[in-house]
């Protein structure tokens, strides 16, 4: 199975400021076909299901603010957030779709 | 947007069946694949499995011999079985609604219903 390894477990970023998010797999998700990264990212809010953020590694859903951003190829992926809203505080989850579709185990973001 | 109503019973027992349905409404199953995800308490998530409107599965091979998953078009239901179900199966329990191509970007999802086991 693929395991995916979410790096901080938490982090506390002031408002305005960047938050990275590292995910990575234990092995290769790019997807052949179309040379493209099996990679998801989730945001999920207390009380709330999961909402798709990004796809692909690096697509962002309709909808999303563009201060959500994806990157990351092969093992080692990134979500980046910048210019921090008090409405990002949430648990942000990666996915990866290439086998079974396992997650990481989250990482808790807080705005300071 | 489609919403997704889900119901169940929020308690079972040791050894027995979880059985949830989930309600489609303002669209259509078909043309679509759904799939069911789970949250324990304070932890992450579990992809369960997907089933497509025709009714092909695929379920997450943790789970794969306790699991059925089944779509009644004609009611716009899909429903989902988790049987010989134990404490380790207390999770919230989420229906997600794929697209058409991919099981996997999901757009829509039910608003969760916790289920607990025990006696």
């Known amino acids: 199975d693929i395991v995916l390894t979410q790096s901080p477990d938490s982090l506390a970023v002031s408002l305005g400021e960047r938050a990275t998010i590292n995910c990575k797999s234990s092995?290769?998700?790019?997807?052949?076909?179309?040379?493209?990264?099996?990679l998801s990212w989730f945001q999920q809010k207390p009380g709330q299901p999961p909402k798709l953020l990004i796809y692909w590694a690096s697509t962002r859903e309709s909808g999303v603010p563009d201060r959500f951003s994806g990157s990351g190829s092969g093992t080692d992926f990134t979500l980046t957030i910048t210019s921090l809203q008090p409405e990002d505080a949430a648990v942000y989850y990666c996915q990866q779709y290439y086998d079974i579709g396992t997650f990481g185990q989250g990482t808790k973001l807080e705005i300071k | 947007q489609v919403q997704l109503q889900m119901s169940g019973p929020g308690l079972v027992k040791p050894s027995e069946t979880l059985s949830l349905m989930c309600t489609v409404s303002?669209?259509?199953?078909?043309?679509?694949?759904w799939s069911w995800v789970r949250q324990p308490p304070g932890k992450g998530l579990e992809w369960l499995g997907y089933i497509y409107f025709s009714g092909t599965t695929l379920y997450n091979p943790s789970f794969e011999s306790r699991v059925t998953m089944s779509v009644d078009t004609s009611k716009n239901q899909l429903s989902l079985n988790l049987n010989s179900v134990s404490a380790a199966d207390t999770a919230v329990y989420y229906c997600?609604?794929?697209?058409?191509?991919?099981?996997?970007?999901?757009?829509?999802w039910g608003q969760g219903t916790l289920v607990t086991v025990s006696s």
């Open positions: 997600a609604k794929g697209q058409s191509d991919t099981y996997w970007r999901f757009d829509s």
């Open positions: 303002g669209g259509s199953i078909s043309g679509y694949y």
């Open positions: 092995q290769s998700i790019l997807y052949s076909p179309n040379n493209k990264n099996s």
